[in-house]
């Protein structure tokens, strides 16, 4: 054993007797040699990562200095791929498409994730799971135009032969809290709705750190680090301000305004936006003094004909415009719910300047996506650096093949709650229960809230000519009276019905525009005719329901071109 042992330790003899050692430089020189035979890269060390060979020296400091190593890695061939996930589905943001993909991969049982965090506004409000459409849109404006037209109820309901001789007056806080105590409901439905289908939810705002990973920080600051699979970004928008001094001092968005604890009072609304004229008819329809101030044109992206006809209507209601000026200033002249305000506004063709007073100012100037603030530069997500809008595919993935988006933060996408809805479980559905439909972004109807509602459903009259040419669409159209309206004696010939046809498709119907009561309602059933090809033949063919505002649309023969008359002299 011990000859053995002796032996497995003799060393080379140098040429003077003692032990050969090898120099340092010599090993080193040699390793570095084998190092660029192997992996045939030029500077040493050599990275590797889970046994997967990222990059020289030179190489793999610049991808960590630029925090992306594994962009190194995809160039080599190679995908950084974690043992196990967290979750197999992270949904960022639980507004209604958020919502409504994380509840349709639970139905598949995968294990899913939502996080949900909402930014307080400048004078501090937030609320509850849901997102912008339950909390602060389309359901506490749909209630509080609801609120308004009973109003105008009350007045048409005298003529009807109702008696009450006390004086009707509106209480805003009976409303706002009525409309806040529904909107939690909802807010703890959908938590137990997450709960039933075993979907984790977190109140924290979810930012990428690394691929597969992001990170969440609640409240408290507190914060926890998540992998996931896949994700679904649904974060929404939220208010844009002027940047112009005073605005998020003493201003409020629609953020604010459905929570509001105090009756706004005299309201000057900036913007010409669906939500900008919907909350002026509201405000206006409870009483109070409104003015809407304009920079340039009334709801821009929809029929311009239409836009015209609602600012009409709501100015002969009492709704004050002030066209193509901008605010320059806000201050504050006395505090108090409301306090009072001044106003200082400069014209868009000129430098002329004008000065109000108001107890309320709401801006209403467009909405912002929420997506610069949530790591997408860290795992490579391409965003339209002007809106921050999210670029996708047909099958609403990103450029990052284990990312997805939803909604609003979609890049040429219309905003609207129901298209998420539909866009997140048809996802969800191709992910993991091997569907293949995707969603339809065409023809898809929607509705104003405008004290005159609007409804529409594909191409606008300028869409049309631009995309057709003039020449190839017929348009008809017609003024008409609700027969609701008729006892009361008012509001004659300010309803209207319009429709856009192709002429070289057998006259299809690319564009349906209706201005009435129950727009909403009307537009509906027509937008399930309009996917299944409807042609100005078949509405012809079609037999009215009477007496109903929509029956219109089953006798337009008065086309546009003709310059004939539209207007009505009864039901």
Same mark, same amino acid.
């Given at each position: 054993?011990?000859? &053995? ?6 060393? =080379? ?12 430089? %010599? ?40 925090? $992306? ?72 404006? $749909? ?47 959908? =938590? ?36 996931? !699979? ?16 005073? /605005? *998020? ?5 629609? /953020? ?19 939500? &900008? ?37 709501? %100015? ?26 001044? @106003? ?49 595919? /047909?099958?609403?993935?990103?450029? @990052? ?18 298209? &998420? ?16 439909? *995707? ?91 309009? $996917? ?18 929509? !029956? ?20």
């Amino acid at each position: 054993m011990g000859s &053995a042992l002796r032996k497995s330790k003799a060393v =080379r003899q140098a040429p003077g007797g003692g032990p050969e050692r090898r120099r340092p430089a %010599e090993g080193a020189q040699k390793l570095q040699e084998g190092q660029r035979e192997v992996t045939a890269e030029t500077s040493q060390p050599v990275g590797f990562v889970q046994e997967k060979q990222v990059g020289d020296h030179e190489k793999t400091l610049k991808a960590h200095k630029e925090g $992306k190593p594994q962009k190194l890695l995809e160039m080599n061939g190679h995908t950084l791929v974690p043992h196990s996930y967290n979750y197999d589905l992270i949904v960022i943001g639980g507004g209604s498409g958020g919502l409504a993909a994380a509840k349709e991969a639970a139905k598949y049982e995968k294990k899913v994730m939502v996080l949900d965090f909402v930014t307080p506004t400048p004078l501090g409000n937030s609320w509850g799971l849901g997102g912008t459409c339950v909390n602060v849109g389309c359901i506490p404006k $749909k209630l509080m135009h609801q609120a308004a037209l009973l109003g105008q109820a009350l007045q048409d309901s005298r003529k009807f032969g109702w008696q009450f001789t006390e004086e009707v007056k509106h209480n805003w806080m009976t409303m706002a809290e009525s409309v806040q105590n529904y909107i939690g409901s909802l807010n703890w439905g959908y =938590r137990v709705a997450l709960r039933e289908k075993n979907v984790t939810y977190e109140n924290a705002y979810g930012e990428f750190v690394g691929p597969h990973t992001i990170k969440a920080t609640n409240k408290r600051g507190v914060e926890k680090l998540y992998t996931a !699979e896949r994700f679904l970004i649904a974060t929404g928008e939220r208010p844009r301000y002027l940047g112009i001094p005073g /605005d *998020k001092e003493y201003c409020i968005s629609s /953020d604010d305004l459905f929570s509001l604890p105090y009756c706004p009072g005299k309201t000057l609304v900036v913007g010409a936006s669906y939500v &900008a004229l919907e909350c002026a008819g509201f405000l206006a329809g409870l009483g109070l003094d409104v003015t809407v101030m304009v920079r340039s044109i009334l709801l821009r992206g929809f029929d311009q004909d239409i836009a015209n006809k609602i600012g009409e209507y709501m %100015e002969e209601h009492g709704i004050n415009f002030i066209r193509q000026f901008v605010p320059i200033k806000v201050e504050q002249i006395e505090k108090g719910t409301p306090g009072r305000l001044r @106003v200082i506004a400069k014209s868009t063709k000129g430098n002329q300047i004008i000065e109000g007073e108001y107890n309320t100012v709401l801006l209403a100037i467009g909405r912002d996506a929420c997506t610069r603030k949530i790591g997408l530069d860290k795992v490579g997500v391409k965003i339209n650096e002007k809106t921050g809008k999210i670029p996708v595919n /047909d099958e609403e993935q990103t450029n @990052v093949p284990y990312i997805y988006a939803v909604g609003d933060i979609l890049q040429d996408k219309l905003e609207l709650t129901p298209l &998420a809805i539909q866009a997140g479980r048809l996802l969800v559905q191709r992910l993991y229960a091997g569907a293949t439909s *995707k969603c339809d972004y065409a023809n898809v109807p929607t509705t104003v809230f405008t004290p005159l509602e609007y409804g529409a459903c594909g191409y606008s009259e300028e869409a049309a000519v631009e995309k057709f040419g003039e020449k190839n669409i017929e348009v008809y159209h017609s003024h008409f009276w609700p027969l609701e309206w008729t006892v009361p004696s008012r509001d004659n010939n300010k309803c209207y019905a319009k429709i856009i046809c192709n002429i070289q498709d057998n006259e299809r119907v690319i564009g349906f525009h209706v201005l009435g009561p129950n727009a909403g309602e009307v537009t509906q059933g027509f937008a399930a005719a309009m $996917k299944c090809g409807l042609t100005k033949e078949q509405l012809d063919s079609t037999i009215g329901i009477h007496p109903v505002c929509a !029956e219109i649309f089953t006798t337009l023969s008065v086309t546009k071109r003709s310059g004939e008359n539209t207007l009505q002299a009864g039901c």
